[in-house]
T-cell receptor, first 113, second 112 residues
Framework: AQSVSQHNHHVILSEAASLELGCNYSYGGTVNLFWYVQYPGQHLQLLLKYFSGDPLVKGIKGFEAEFIKSKFSFNLRKPSVQWSDTAEYFCAAGGNAGNMLTFGGGTRLMVKP | EAQVTQNPRYLITVTGKKLTVTCSQNMNHEYMSWYRQDPGLGLRQIYYSMNVEVTDKGDVPEGYKVSRKEKRNFPLILESPSPNQTSLYFC???????????FGPGTRLLVL
């Protein structure tokens, strides 16, 4: 069965600090990977996605993620966070057929001004 | 504007009283899905539909039903709600293949 793990449940950073949120997946077959963000009181929005090709994926708002197949990881990074990045972040994995999308438990990020 | 809408946004009900949460999308997407979000568990898929009259179970289908009579609508039905179905529910849609999945604004359900 597929699974997605996000080991950091809560992260607190100061503005301008660098961010890395971990995501590990367990999936048989070709995997598609996603990071979603949920700002307080809002619905999920797609930050970035990886299907194939360059393992370093750039998304919106300065976020990027690197797919490392040997480590089954897809960590999210941002060089310098802002207060407006305070949100919950979800990693998700799905197969090529796209029937099911499995989410991690989420990481709550708080950025102190 | 491309969007996924859900109604109601907030609902308080009692155990055993049947309810329906509607979901509608205006993007002509084939694929639609329902998730529930619970603290520390992320989003878990309840049911999904690849097209009209085609539905399938996700990870946590027990206690829920869905139907897909029209392409744009995918209602979630709780025939006999129980307190453990208190949760935040999201509907989502996307085109078949690798298209981006769009989420609705969520429905917060409290079952007493």
């Amino acid at each position: 069965a597929q699974s997605v793990s996000q080991h950091n449940h809560h992260v607190i950073l100061s503005e301008a600090a660098s961010l890395e949120l971990g995501c590990n997946y367990s999936y048989g077959g070709t995997v598609n990977l996603f990071w979603y963000v949920q700002y307080p009181g809002q619905h999920l929005q797609l930050l970035l996605k990886y299907f194939s090709g360059d393992p370093l994926v750039k998304g919106i708002k300065g976020f990027e993620a690197e797919f490392i197949k040997s480590k089954f990881s897809f960590n999210l990074r941002k060089p310098s966070v802002q207060w407006s990045d305070t949100a919950e972040y979800f990693c998700a994995a799905g197969g090529n057929a796209g029937n099911m999308l499995t989410f991690g438990g989420g990481t709550r990020l708080m950025v102190k001004p | 504007e491309a969007q996924v809408t859900q109604n109601p946004r907030y609902l308080i009900t009692v155990t055993g009283k049947k309810l329906t949460v509607t979901c509608s999308q205006n993007m002509n997407h084939e694929y639609m899905s329902w998730y529930r979000q619970d603290p520390g568990l992320g989003l878990r898929q309840i049911y999904y539909s690849m097209n009209v009259e085609v539905t399938d179970k996700g990870d946590v289908p027990e206690g829920y039903k869905v139907s897909r009579k029209e392409k744009r609508n995918f209602p979630l039905i709780l025939e006999s709600p129980s307190p453990n179905q208190t949760s935040l529910y999201f509907c989502a849609s996307r085109p078949l293949g690798r298209g981006t999945q769009y989420f609705g604004p969520g429905t917060r359900l409290l079952v007493l």
